[in-house]
């Protein structure tokens, strides 16, 4: 899970299909970091910049391999959240289609929908 964090982090999305597929276990894939973030809370906080067909990718390889976008982090967002931080619009739309609230409120008071108000 680390490699495909740094990965992500470093916003190296070919690598991270690569390793999706060197990956076999999905325990593996569907770890958590220490903030409780799984490997759908870092694509959506890096997504900015990426290519949407290969964000598509390793969203649907995320899902296939059982990470739950829905899941919340420590601080009670989730990939929602940080999709909208990193205005990845099209990454969003897939979001809300698999049932994440726009007025779903994280720890701090903020719904997706306030923090995409607030820019």
Not at 30 to 55: E, P, T, V, W, Y
Not at 87 to 110: A, K, T
């Amino acid at each position: 899970m680390l490699a495909m964090q740094d990965a992500l982090d470093e916003k190296k999305f070919n690598l991270v299909l690569t390793l999706l597929g060197k990956t076999a276990d999905d325990r593996i894939v569907r770890q958590k970091n220490a903030k409780q973030q799984n490997l759908m809370h870092i694509l959506s906080q890096n997504a900015n910049g990426g290519q949407f067909h290969i964000l598509k990718r390793i969203y649907d390889a995320l899902k296939k391999r059982g990470v739950n976008c829905l899941e919340r982090d420590i601080l009670g967002s989730n990939a929602l959240h940080y999709a909208i931080g990193s205005n990845c619009f099209d990454l969003c739309q897939i979001l809300v289609s698999e049932g994440i609230g726009i007025n779903d409120i994280n720890n701090d008071g903020h719904s997706p929908l306030s923090l995409y108000m607030k820019g």
